[in-house]
């Protein structure tokens, strides 16, 4: 079983709130990655960090900022919510050894509506 | 564009049936793997398959990476209730960390 947590697991708030997605993970994984999912649609990257002090943007672009501190914490913000924002988030982190890409590991998702 | 188009996008059989979900490509992966979510859960990890030409069996589930490393196919023997779910592709380009998904199928098997 994963351990990649993420909370909230279903938030509901309007226009214009700041809001904070956790994503916390104990194995230790330098990587960690943020993923939107929509009904039909790939899942698409908006953050990553390779490790403590590195983030990056990745390939939609998103108006939402991330942090990485601390090996264990990878937080998504929103600094003013708006309804195209409405989505599953996805919280992921993976340990890669040897030349190929390792497993990524999901947390439950966090589901966002904005009204 | 997706880079990952998967086929079918939905997929409804009886239980016992077979079926085949197909994901493809216009570029090479260095690795390819698949993964089922079901619902209200994240994406889980089912095989990584990393050989041009590759087959992978796990218990009823086959998986083939194609030759030019470009496609990859799924094949479910006998399907189960308990198969039913979202099944993501996902390809890992040479010297890249990041992974690129397919939209899915969503499979239902009924009992």
């Known amino acids: 079983e994963a351990d990649i947590y993420q909370t909230p697991r279903y938030l509901v708030i309007g226009t214009g709130k700041k809001i904070t997605l956790e994503c916390s993970q104990t194995m230790g994984h330098d990587k960690m990655y943020w993923y939107q999912q929509d009904p039909g649609m790939e899942l698409h990257l908006i953050h990553y960090?390779?490790?403590?002090?590195?983030?990056e943007k990745g390939d939609l672009s998103s108006e939402s900022t991330v942090s990485r501190i601390r090996t264990e914490h990878f937080p998504l913000t929103l600094e003013s919510a708006r309804p195209s924002h409405t989505s599953q988030y996805l919280c992921?982190?993976?340990?890669?050894?040897?030349?190929?890409?390792?497993?990524?590991?999901f947390g439950e998702g966090s589901r966002l509506t904005v009204l | 564009t997706q880079l990952l188009e998967q086929s079918p996008q939905f997929l409804s059989i009886q239980e016992g049936e077979n079926l085949t979900v197909y994901c493809n490509s216009s570029?090479?992966?260095?690795?390819l793997q698949w993964y089922r979510q079901e619902p209200g859960e994240g994406p889980v990890l089912l095989v990584t398959?990393?050989?041009?030409?590759e087959v992978k069996k796990l218990k009823r589930l086959t998986f083939q990476f194609g030759d030019a490393r470009k496609d990859s196919s799924l094949h479910i023997t006998a399907a189960q209730p308990g198969d039913t779910g979202l099944y993501l592709c996902a390809g890992a380009p040479f010297n890249d960390y990041k992974l690129s998904f397919g939209a899915g199928t969503t499979v239902t098997v009924r009992a």
């Open positions: 570029s090479v992966f260095s690795s």
């Open positions: 960090s390779y490790g403590v002090n590195s983030t």
């Open positions: 398959v990393v050989t041009g030409g």
């Open positions: 992921a982190s993976r340990a890669d050894r040897g030349p190929f890409i390792g497993e990524l590991f």
